[in-house]
């Protein structure tokens, strides 16, 4: 007989109320002096056997009533067959291998299946006999070995206690019973045996895999008995998973915009339909959407968001809650940057608007809304104080700056500053490759005209850009019918490059194969160079509609807000290696339940883990200053999401038919529950009180 | 006729008061005499016996039929009464105003008062601690002051030999009476009603009124109770919602078994509540006597 809630138990005390209030009863019955008393005495006597009789039958059904409930509330279950099979059994070492994985987490009826998977653990302790020892063997991905088997109960259940909840780990249960066997054989009773408790998910058994074996000592094996205590539901419930978030900048759609992905993987046996999956910002739902998930399948959606405030901002994507809702929400952390500050120079202005060379540039760049925000001058003069406040420079058609005007220019990309160099009439490509030298990814050679405006066939014979590179972040969302205006575009004009420096790498070129657009690093800036003008002059791309956005988002990479919005993310159990800016020091890391250990590496780098939980990680120095800017999530790994169990016929078949018993809280053949009947006797207990007192 | 209750009867201080209170709610009754004795109305024969007054003899019945014949003749003469009052401890109970004594002895006194008032000739006997008291029966109106102070003044206690009174009311009486018993008799040994109802036999009326408390009727009680005896220390420890059933099954049948017996013995009945108006219980005995003698 075993309890679910043993604690119930001591309102088996309230059986004793009947008698109690019986005896106070007495007590208190007041005294009468009554002149019939002859024909009460008489009735006594008539009546005493009678009465006796259903005062016994009353008491002894209030009794059972107020018995029954409690240990009905107790919710026993007769196990007899293990019971009985262990009687048979001679002593055996045993190993009670526990399964602490995430899947252990799991809901049934709103409590996770690890609660009842430590009582079955306390249970397996009290079934030993005195005379067998015992080893608890946890298995939730991060275990040391297990010690030998000893005969400290006290220290296991003790364990136990300490036993909370379950990790958040992938638990490779082959590992573990290998684990667990090995300390058996530490035991010199020549009984072995091996508990195991565990939702028994597919994902932590490889039954290809041999099954635990013990040695005899004498370089044979023997198979250990093996008592299978599955808890949880069987079949498992369906789950649902975001198994991964992807975060990219949407500056076409404006400024702080960002496309959330997440990949939605369902686990279950039925598709999904209608599910929610929110954007949630510092706990609150700020987008939502619902996917169509087949059965076992996989899907992606994006949520575009903008962002109102700048700085570090944290949030996940989640689904709704399901039978694990552990893994229905994935946190990310990102940087959402300052508007880009650009300074353009105007190479070629114009009295006549329409003839200006930033008559299409400057309101590309000062969009409403948009990511940039841009200055505009016709000369260099007073460059080096404008250089402090600005994070881009664009050369529009500017002929080639004196040698002072460039070593600022020099200095400033080296700093990180972004530098992009348009062509045009004003451009010579001997001055430029004299003036600017190694600044440039590459040198300018001539200019080549593809056809003449006007001519009739310019339409057949300009330039096209092929050849766009979509891996580059840049160009990354001109996909579809959103890279048509930059493959529709004409160049009739367009200066040609030569050699290559290193670092440097063509966006796209021209269907000559001539690069069109040219990206390098210098120092911790970037340079740009394009091939042809950012007017009417050369192109028409100035035109087409991929002009704007290409135009911003060049602008923010250049700027750097195009590589550095997600903060770096890791899968629980692993560690992450952080990049220290200089001048800081990490003291300590908070995670979302404690402190997370910190080791220094390398100059200006921090290992930091293992990361156990899954969550928002936050970084502080020294002082106990936040240092948001290294902020980080951990996340958990999508192989505990898939819940389907293996089949309890399929382990008896791996471990060996004949040594394995199966027992446990949701194998109802083997569990009679009691409760049931409890509750039926302590109903026809009220009844039969009920008849009795209207006789 | 303004009806006495048993509140406005204990709001009189002792028994004559109340007893007279009763009495005046009363109408004044004829009773019929049963004497033969000096009268002038010939009510029948009786073979002469010897000790028989010669004067009564019949001379032309002994011409007749030539045997002895004494004349009897009925005519009217004065009541004898015996009021009989139990004043065992049992007769201390009450549940309202008035303990069952007190209702004894007021329906006795105004019995009494009736009866003096006609000229009758009235006596008591008084049960009490197993035995009996007697004050002999006259028809003088300063009598009724001795027989309305002895009701006053007696205590209840011990228990009712009816026995004995009926032994004693048998001994006291000559000739025809009138025996009135008040009493809860609950003295249930074997016979004691019998023996007071033999009394009829000697040609006596006997009226038997039965004082019985509305708890002892009803058995109101339901917490549990130690019932204790008020005669001799018996007691039992009960819960009354238990033993109602019971009780008042056993009871009824008491008071059924009471009646029957007195109806079978030609005798007067009646239940008195000790929370009944008492002049409406003498109205009622009287209007029964009124029409057995038609």
Redesign the interface.
């Known amino acids: 007989m075993s309890f679910a809630n043993s604690w119930a138990l001591w309102g088996c005390l309230a059986a004793l109320l009947p008698i109690l209030i019986h005896l106070f009863d007495r007590r208190r019955a007041r005294p009468l002096p009554f002149a019939a008393i002859t024909f009460v005495l008489q009735s006594q006597r008539r009546t005493a056997s009678r009465l006796r009789l259903k005062r016994i039958l009353l008491y002894t059904l209030r009794t059972l009533v107020f018995l029954c409930v409690p240990l009905a509330l107790a919710r026993p279950s007769c196990t007899p067959e293990s019971a009985a099979a262990a009687q048979t059994r001679g002593p055996a070492a045993t190993a009670i291998v526990l399964d602490t994985s995430l899947s252990m987490r799991t809901r049934a009826d709103g409590t996770p299946i690890f609660e009842a998977a430590i009582e079955e653990a306390r249970r397996a302790l009290a079934d030993l006999r005195p005379e067998e020892p015992a080893t608890l063997v946890t298995c939730g991905g991060q275990e040391a070995l297990p010690g030998p088997p000893d005969f400290d109960r006290a220290g296991m259940r003790t364990r136990l206690d300490g036993l909370e909840e379950a990790g958040y780990l992938h638990a490779d249960l082959n590992r573990c019973l290998d684990a667990a066997a090995r300390a058996l054989e530490e035991s010199p009773l020549p009984g072995r045996r091996l508990v195991v408790i565990s939702d028994f998910a597919a994902h932590g058994l490889r039954l290809e895999a041999p099954p635990p074996v013990v040695s005899d000592g004498e370089g044979g094996h023997i198979q250990p008995e093996v008592v299978l205590r599955p808890v949880g539901s069987d079949p498992a419930p369906g789950n649902a998973a975001v198994t991964r978030v992807q975060v990219a900048p949407a500056t076409q759609a404006g400024p702080g915009t960002f496309e959330l992905t997440a990949t939605v993987r369902n686990a279950s046996p039925e598709a999904l339909s209608d599910t929610e999956l929110s954007l949630q910002i510092d706990g609150h739902v700020v987008a939502k959407a619902f996917l169509d998930v087949p059965a076992g399948g996989t899907v992606n959606k994006a949520l575009v968001h903008r962002f109102e405030q700048t700085g570090v901002v944290s949030g996940a994507l989640a689904l709704s809650a399901d039978a694990l809702p552990e893994d229905d929400a994935h946190p990310f952390v990102l940087r959402v940057p300052e508007p880009v500050r650009v300074l353009v120079i105007n190479g070629a202005p114009a009295a006549q608007r329409f003839a200006d060379e930033l008559f299409f540039l400057e309101p590309a760049l000062t969009t409403q809304g948009g990511p940039v925000r841009a200055t505009f001058r016709d000369s260099f003069a007073g460059l080096s104080e404008q250089l402090g406040e600005v994070d881009v420079v664009v050369l529009a058609n500017v002929a080639a700056p004196d040698a002072g005007t460039v070593e600022t220019l020099r200095t400033f990309v080296e700093g990180g500053g972004g530098l992009w160099i348009t062509m045009g009439d004003q451009v010579d490509p001997e001055a430029y490759n004299a003036a600017f030298g190694s600044l440039l990814p590459r040198n300018l050679r001539d200019v080549r005209t593809a056809a003449e405006r006007g001519d009739q066939d310019a339409e057949a014979r300009a330039g096209r850009l092929t050849q766009l590179d979509r891996e580059h972040p840049l160009l990354r969302p001109f996909v579809g019918r959103a890279a048509e205006g930059l493959e529709t575009a004409r160049f009739y004009r367009y200066m040609l490059f030569e050699g290559g420096v290193e670092g440097s790498r063509v966006l796209a070129a021209f269907q000559d194969g001539a690069p069109a657009l040219v990206v390098g690093r210098r120092g911790e800036g970037r340079v740009a160079l394009y091939a042809s003008t950012v007017d009417r002059d050369w192109a028409d791309l100035a035109l087409s509609t991929a002009f704007l956005p290409l135009v911003q988002r060049l602008s923010a990479y250049l700027g750097g807000d195009l590589d550095t919005r997600e903060a770096p993310s890791v899968q629980v159990g692993e560690r992450l290696t952080l990049a220290v800016p200089e001048g800081q020091r990490v003291g300590t890391v908070e995670g979302p339940m404690a402190d997370v250990p910190v080791r220094a590496t390398e100059e200006a780098r921090v290992e930091v883990g293992p990361l156990t939980v899954p969550g928002l990680y936050g970084v502080k120095d020294g002082d106990g200053q936040a240092l948001p800017a290294l902020s980080f999530s951990a996340f958990l790994g999508s192989e505990e999401s898939d819940l389907r169990r293996v089949p309890l016929e399929d382990l008896q078949r791996w471990f060996g038919e004949e040594k394995v018993t199966t027992s446990g809280l949701d194998t109802p053949a083997r569990e009679v529950p009691v409760w049931t009947w409890l509750l039926v006797i302590a109903a026809l207990a009220l009844f039969g009180e009920g008849l009795l007192l209207r006789r | 006729m303004a009806l006495l209750d048993a509140q406005t009867l204990a709001r009189l201080a002792g028994v004559r008061l109340r007893a007279r209170a009763v009495m005046e709610g009363v109408l004044s009754g004829q009773h019929k005499s049963p004497h033969q004795g000096q009268s002038v109305e010939f009510a029948e024969h009786k073979e002469y016996a010897p000790g028989d007054e010669l004067r009564h003899m019949d001379w032309k019945a002994y011409g007749k039929f030539d045997r002895y014949y004494v004349k009897r003749f009925e005519h009217e003469t004065n009541l004898r009464a015996a009021l009989v009052v139990d004043a065992s401890a049992?007769?201390d109970?009450r549940s309202g105003a008035l303990f069952?004594l007190e209702v004894a002895s007021t329906l006795a006194g105004a019995l009494a008062y009736l009866l003096v008032r006609q000229q009758d000739a009235v006596g008591v006997t008084l049960l009490a601690d197993g035995g009996a008291r007697e004050i002999p029966a006259r028809a003088s109106a300063g009598h009724l002051n001795v027989v309305l102070d002895a009701l006053e003044q007696v205590k209840p206690g011990g228990t009712a030999d009816l026995l004995v009174a009926a032994d004693r009311v048998a001994e006291s009486l000559r000739g025809r009476a009138l025996v009135c018993v008040f009493s809860?008799l609950?003295d249930?040994r074997e016979g004691a009603l019998e023996r007071i109802l033999s009394l009829r036999h000697r040609r006596n009326d006997v009226a038997v009124f039965q004082i019985v408390?509305p708890?002892?009727l009803d058995f109101p009680?339901d917490?549990?109770?130690?019932?204790?005896?008020?005669e001799d220390t018996?007691?039992?420890?009960?819960?009354p919602r238990?033993?109602r059933e019971?009780?008042l099954?056993?009871?009824h049948a008491?008071l059924e078994s009471t009646r029957r017996s007195c109806a079978e013995a030609g005798a007067d009945y009646e239940r008195v509540r000790t929370d009944e108006p008492l002049d409406q219980v003498l109205l009622r005995f009287l209007a029964r006597r009124q029409r057995r003698r038609g």
């Open positions: 049992s007769m109970y069952k809860d609950f249930t408390d708890t002892e009680f917490d549990p109770t130690r019932f204790l005896s008020m018996r007691f039992i420890e009960a819960n238990e033993l019971s009780y099954e056993s009871f008491f």
